[in-house]
C-alpha cells in the first residue's frame, strides 16, 4: 500500500509530500511555514481548509477546532493525515519556517531527577545532537500510551544529544502514569521535535521577564539558562517570576544552586498562590506579583511565559490589554 | 456595486456581532454602541482565526486567541497597531443588513 501522498498548496505552487505523518508535521519537517503553536489540538493555529482530496482526523473532537470553522470546511493540520492526495489551502509564514526542522528519534532515559512532591525532571539521551531553541517543546511518544504528549525541554541546547523535560505528575493522566511509575532508566521512547514559537530572541535590545507557572517551568529554565549565557545579552537584566501553590511546590532554590551563573545573573523571584504560615516570600497570583514588582515602563521588556492557562490567560490580558505591551514582545505557545 | 442581503437587524442587536459566509467571504458583522453596523473581514490578519470566536463589547474586538486589539469603529488595529481589518460596504434597508463584498480582499499580516 502507497502510504506517501502529496500535499499542494493552492494558490502558491508549494507542495510536499506525507507519509505516516500528520499534514503539519510534514509540513515543517520539509522547511514550510505552515502556521501552528501547540501542534496537540488546543489552540487552532494550524487550521487550512480542504480543496479536495481526503483526510483522516487523529481526534475530531480536538477543542482547537469550533464548530462553526468545522462547518467552514477548515480542518487542524496536527489532527490530520492525508488519505489521497490533497489540494488545500492555507497561508504560509516565514516566521513559521523551522530553524530546526523536526525529526522522529529514539530516545532512552537516563535520569528522573525528583524536583518537587510533584515535578520531575526526566533526561533523555539520543544518538544525534538535540538542535533546538530554548523555550521550545517536543512530542513525546510513551510505550502504550495512544497519542502524543508536549513537554518543553528544560536544558541547554549545547548539552549534545540530551532532552530534559521538566513535568507535573498529573494524578489521573495517562502519559505522566507512564512517565513516573512505569518507564525505567534505560528505557526506549520517541520524541518528535522541535516545535514551538516561544523561543529566546538574543537579538531583541530590551531587558528579559520571564513567567512560569506549574510546570510552565521547563521552558523558562531553559530560556534562563540561555539568556544568561549570551554574550548578546550580557547587559540585559533578567528577571524570572515563579508561580506555585505553596512552598512544598518551589524548587527554585534547587535549580539555582545547580547553575551559579543563572543564580549569578538572573533575579529569581518565586511567589505561592496559597497563604502559608512561615513564608516570608512573595505571595499571589504571579501575574499579580510581577506587576507589583515591575511597576512601569512594561513596553521596555521581552516577556517570555508558560503555564496553566487561566495563568498565561491573564497575562495576556494583563501585559496586551492593560499595559498595551506591543503584542510581539510576549511569546508563549498555547497549549488549551 | 452587488449588495447582498445578510441578515435583518433583528438578528443583530447592538454590541453583538455575527459571522456569516457571503460570497465565500467569511464576513463578521458588528453591532456598534451606538446602533451603527459595520462589516469587516471574517478573519483574524494574524493567524486566520474566526474573529466571531472573540470578544467584542461594542466598542472593540478582541481576538480570541492572542488578544489582539481592534476598534470596532474603523477595523484598526489598536494593539499590534499595525494591522487592518478589510471593511465591506454596508448598506440599510427595510430593517435588512446587506454587504457588498466585491472588490474586498482580506488583510493579512506578513508574520
Given at each position: 500500500m502507497n502510504n506517501s501522498f502529496s500535499i499542494k498548496i493552492d494558490g502558491t505552487g508549494e507542495e510536499f509530500s506525507v507519509a505516516n505523518d500528520t499534514l503539519l508535521g510534514a509540513a515543517l519537517r520539509q522547511g514550510l511555514g505552515f502556521p501552528y503553536e501547540c501542534n496537540s489540538g488546543?489552540?487552532?493555529?494550524?487550521?487550512?481548509e480542504v480543496v479536495s482530496g481526503d483526510v483522516k482526523e487523529l481526534w475530531p473532537d480536538a477543542p482547537g477546532l469550533s464548530a462553526r470553522a468545522r462547518e467552514r470546511g477548515r480542518r487542524l493540520a496536527c489532527q490530520c493525515e492525508p488519505a489521497s492526495d490533497c489540494v488545500i489551502k492555507v497561508r504560509l509564514k516565514s516566521d513559521y519556517v523551522p530553524l530546526h526542522r523536526p525529526a522522529r528519534v529514539t530516545a532512552t532515559l537516563v535520569e528522573a531527577r525528583k524536583l518537587t512532591h510533584d515535578l520531575t525532571e526526566f533526561c533523555f539521551q539520543t544518538p544525534e545532537p538535540a538542535d533546538f531553541l530554548p523555550g521550545q517543546f517536543a512530542l513525546l511518544h510513551l510505550p502504550s500510551v495512544e497519542g502524543a504528549r508536549a513537554y518543553s525541554m528544560s536544558n541547554l541546547p549545547a548539552d549534545g544529544g540530551t532532552w530534559n523535560f521538566i513535568i507535573r505528575h498529573v494524578p489521573k493522566?495517562?502519559?505522566?502514569?507512564?512517565?513516573?511509575?512505569?518507564?525505567?532508566?534505560?528505557?526506549?521512547?520517541?520524541i518528535d521535535g522541535p516545535y514551538g514559537l516561544a523561543y529566546l530572541r538574543p537579538e531583541s535590545p530590551r531587558d528579559i521577564v520571564c513567567i512560569g507557572g506549574g510546570s510552565g517551568l521547563s521552558p523558562m529554565v531553559s530560556i534562563v539558562r540561555a539568556a544568561v549565557r549570551d554574550p548578546r545579552l550580557i547587559d540585559r537584566k533578567i528577571t524570572f517570576f515563579y508561580g506555585a501553590r505553596t512552598p512544598n511546590d518551589l524548587c527554585t532554590e534547587e535549580l539555582l544552586a545547580r547553575d551559579p551563573l543563572m543564580a549569578e545573573r538572573a533575579t529569581v523571584i518565586p511567589a505561592i498562590s496559597t497563604p502559608t504560615e512561615g513564608w516570608q516570600g512573595e505571595q499571589g497570583f504571579i501575574h499579580e506579583v510581577m506587576q507589583k514588582k515591575l511597576a512601569a515602563g512594561f513596553e521596555n521588556y521581552e516577556f517570555y511565559c508558560c503555564g496553566p492557562p487561566p495563568m498565561t490567560d491573564a497575562i495576556q490580558r494583563l501585559l496586551l490589554l492593560d499595559k498595551r505591551v506591543p503584542a510581539q514582545q510576549l511569546h508563549f505557545d498555547r497549549f488549551y | 456595486m452587488a449588495f447582498k442581503k445578510v441578515c435583518t437587524l433583528d438578528d443583530l442587536w447592538e454590541g453583538e456581532m455575527e459571522s456569516y459566509s457571503v460570497n465565500g467571504q467569511e464576513v463578521l458583522l458588528l453591532s456598534l454602541e451606538g446602533g451603527d453596523i459595520r462589516a469587516y473581514q471574517g478573519m483574524c490578519p494574524h493567524q486566520d482565526i474566526l474573529l466571531v470566536e472573540g470578544q467584542f463589547d461594542g466598542k472593540s474586538l478582541i481576538c480570541r486567541a492572542h488578544q489582539w486589539v481592534f476598534d470596532a469603529k474603523t477595523g484598526t488595529g489598536i494593539n499590534p497597531d499595525d494591522c487592518q481589518l478589510a471593511k465591506y460596504p454596508v448598506r440599510i434597508e427595510n430593517e435588512e443588513i446587506f454587504v457588498d463584498t466585491?472588490?474586498?480582499v482580506p488583510l493579512f499580516t506578513p508574520v
Open positions: 488546543g489552540c487552532g493555529s494550524c487550521m487550512f493522566g495517562r502519559g505522566t502514569a507512564v512517565l513516573f511509575t512505569q518507564l525505567k532508566t534505560g528505557d526506549q521512547i520517541k | 466585491e472588490g474586498v
